[in-house]
């Protein structure tokens, strides 16, 4: 069922197991926990997910990649930041993910990812995503609603650092504005 390997696989290695086994990692997983579904409905997404592994260092995806994919963090942290590694926009550890917005629309990326430890991630690919709202549109439901509330709670949180950086310079705006005279 794997269609091509993804790019970024570079410095990673697929771990090679079973989706049965897969099913029992992913359930150990803070965010499968929560997806709302059963054993049973875990171990069919398994088969559309699959595990790597990769080094500290290594660069998951690159801002302004075109390949899509979302990764199931399952050990281990990673920093998302600018292309220029200057700015850090934040770093994520087990039970998040990272890339659903190029999963979903096919963009190319708006950050980069990197490896701040050892990892182990379960990946899905775009082609892999379609594959599973056809052939188990109950599961890919509850997936992509997963997705949509965590990206909804993404935006409150950048809507809420934004008010805060603009409030000073509102505040200074209406202290300088100039009066008719």
């Known amino acids: 069922m794997e269609t091509t390997r993804p790019v970024f696989l570079k410095g990673f290695v697929k771990v090679p197991i079973t989706p049965e086994l897969r099913g029992g990692m992913l359930a150990e997983n803070d965010w499968a926990k929560n997806l709302g579904v059963d054993q049973a409905e875990l171990l069919l997404l398994a088969h559309y997910m699959y595990p790597y592994r990769g080094e500290k260092g290594a660069t998951v995806f690159r801002e302004g990649d075109s390949e899509s994919f979302m990764c199931l963090i399952c050990e281990g942290q990673l920093q998302i930041a600018r292309s220029d590694c200057s700015t850090s926009l934040s ?35 775009r082609s892999n995503f379609f594959l599973l709202a056809e052939d188990h549109p109950k ?14 709670n993404r935006l409150r949180l950048t809507n809420q650092a934004l008010a805060e950086h603009l409030a000073p310079v509102s ?5 300088w504005t100039p009066t008719k005279i």
């Open 91 to 125: 770093v994520v550890g087990p039970g998040n993910t990272v890339g659903e917005m190029a999963l979903i629309d096919g963009h190319p990326r708006s950050a980069s990812a990197l490896a701040l430890t050892e990892l182990l991630l379960y990946v899905m690919t």
């Open 139 to 152: 599961i890919w439901g509850k997936l992509i609603f997963k997705i949509a509330c965590l990206m909804s």
């Open 171 to 175: 505040h200074v705006e209406k202290r």
